[in-house]
């Protein structure tokens, strides 16, 4: 993205021994001097919607950069016609050959807005310049910390609440034909999911114990990078100073797809499994983060995570360090956070830091995201809370409690984190197998899954409970409760309870009259309460012997 020093260019040309320094010198001064035939821009639409993006492209007749990634840029200046906003925008280059480039911007209001894009290529520079009008559609916007319940998020566009409700696919761009990836993310809408975690980089093995093999149709070895050999687990060669341009056109497609259906992609740049990263805080490294800020910055349903395990492979000086740096390069300031295995690995002070993302597999997880929240007040800034990783369903029995990676223990350990006033990912079996009979899943490993997956189906029935009232106003309060129950409550407003083992619960309210109703976490059922009065009210006991939540509300 940078134009490289003298040293970085001498050092790729890797000049023999005999050449002397003079040949070598006029060599890279020829290289500095190369300049295209012209640059042709085209023009924008007249008008683009609030949190879509328009595009401008930059066609380089007889492209002649040495490594267009490294030397030519195409950077841009977009401002309020009214005076009210300016952002400086970086394009990326869109083809092997540098012959396109591409510059994407999202107006985040209504309004008029003028532009100025300027390709460059050592001495060599060519402007365009216009105008575009931005109206408002009504699009959810970008998601961001609430101001006002900063433990939650809100859409910025709408103001309405987003309730995260998220899974993982790490290797959904693994799929060949995009159509498995279009399903995928489908489906999961259907079931009520809002976020996918998806790697961008990053390779693994399969010796997970599922039944889950690479195959004509299915990969785990991504390739963002040009490769020597992409099929080669620990050497694949790749070449950091330039992209695998069509790789990131499908990660294109499928961030739009997904935008469409109001799906939250979290961007996992990079992973630790496979052992194969730019260096640490190098150029590579920069260039490469560099290039998919400028690149996905324009999608308003991302967040961007700066690594999965990343405490594996980075430590927290580079995690900070990074986050900072993206926070900069990032003109829309998307949420960003990272993903260690301890929930003590949090750049939680840091401005950058946007909610917590970090794995736990235990099974006292309502403890635990009380924990984190102390642990963010202490921090002296509250952001959004969440465990994107305790556990995938049927995944490592070996080692865990009995059943505990079954379907019905993490959905009730989904209760847990949520009556914590903390958010969740968790992640689908895989053992419907891929590229194993019956070859109809993939789950948390690719993302896809067939009707006899019914996990998510309990997390939809909590998702219904939680956005039928205003949850982002509570905050726990087991205190309010007996028998080991929980609580969330906006004290005199709202009394959400959770009866984890289906007993009778005694409930501390405020005095006033209430309505409610008994909700089934297994089923969804629904059952009227009759009038509640405070200060004191205890229920009968549970309908069934499964989970169940309670709703009370000020009539």
């Keep these: 993205m940078r134009i490289p020093s003298i040293e970085r260019i001498h050092s790729r040309f890797a000049y023999p021994l005999g050449i002397s320094l003079t040949v070598a010198a006029f060599a890279i001064a020829t290289n500095c001097m190369a300049s295209p035939k012209a640059v042709a821009y085209s023009t924008p639409p007249a008008q683009v919607e609030v949190y879509d993006y328009t595009e401008i492209t930059a066609t380089v007749l007889s492209p002649d950069a040495a490594n267009p990634f490294e030397d030519a840029t195409l950077t841009g200046s977009f401002d309020a016609a009214d005076g009210s906003g300016h952002w400086n925008i970086v394009g990326f280059c869109d083809s092997t050959d540098g012959s396109i480039f591409r510059i994407r911007f999202m107006p985040p209001r209504a309004g008029e807005y003028k532009y100025s894009v300027i390709y460059r290529q050592g001495k060599f520079q060519r402007t365009s310049t216009g105008t575009l009008r931005a109206v408002d559609a009504h699009r959810l916007g970008i998601l961001r910390d609430d101001p006002k319940y900063p433990w939650h998020f809100i859409w910025e566009g709408t103001g309405q609440h987003y309730f995260f409700n998220g899974t993982t696919a790490f290797w959904l761009m693994g799929w060949r034909d995009e159509r498995t990836i279009q399903y995928s993310i489908d489906r999961l809408h259907r079931l009520k999911v809002n976020r996918i975690r998806v790697a961008l980089a990053g390779r693994t093995n399969v010796f997970y114990g599922e039944p889950v093999m690479i195959g004509a149709n299915w990969t785990v070895f991504l390739t963002p990078w040009p490769a020597v050999d992409t099929e080669d687990f620990t050497h694949p060669g790749f070449d950091y100073s330039r992209f695998n341009v069509s790789y990131w056109q499908k990660f294109d497609r499928m961030l739009r797809y997904a935008r469409d259906r109001n799906m939250i992609i979290s961007v996992v740049l990079d992973m630790n499994d496979g052992k194969i990263h730019p260096a640490a805080g190098s150029e590579d490294e920069y260039r490469y ?28 000086a580079w995690t900070h360090k990074t986050g900072m740096l993206l926070e900069q390069w990032d003109p829309y300031h998307h949420l960003a956070t990272s993903h260690p295995t301890k929930i003590i690995y949090q750049d939680r002070a840091s401005s950058w830091f946007g909610f917590t993302s970090y794995q736990d597999w235990s099974r006292d997880q ?33 080692w865990a409690a009995p059943r505990s990676d079954s379907a019905d223990v993490l959905r009730r350990t989904a209760w847990d984190i949520v009556m914590a006033g903390g958010y969740q990912t968790s992640g689908e079996t895989a053992k419907r197998g891929t590229n194993i009979w019956p070859d109809t899943g993939g789950g948390w490993m690719n993302g896809r899954g067939d009707d006899t997956m019914t996990m998510f189906l309990g997390y939809g029935h909590m998702v219904d409970f939680f956005t039928s009232f205003d949850w982002w106003k509570t905050n726990p309060h087991d205190e309010l409760v007996n028998n080991g129950n929980y609580c969330l409550a906006e004290p005199g407003k709202i009394y959400a309870i959770y009866l984890p083992h ?4 005694t409930v501390q309210l405020q005095s006033g009259h209430y309505q409610g109703y008994w909700f089934s976490a297994l089923s969804g059922q629904k059952i009227p309460l009759p009038s509640v009065e405070g200060p004191s009210w205890t229920s009968l006991d549970a309908p069934d012997g499964h989970d169940w939540a309670i709703l009370l509300q000020a009539r």
């Design 502 to 505: 289906a007993d009778k619960v």
């Design 366 to 398: 309502h403890n635990l995201m009380l924990e984190s929240r102390k642990l963010q007040k202490k921090a002296g800034r509250i952001i959004p809370q969440t465990n994107e990783e305790y556990g995938y369903e049927n995944h490592y029995p070996s």
């Design 289 to 316: 983060i560099q290039y998919a800020v400028a690149r996905f910055g324009g999608f308003s349903n991302i967040t961007w995570d700066l690594g999965d395990d990343l405490n594996s492979y980075r430590d927290e």
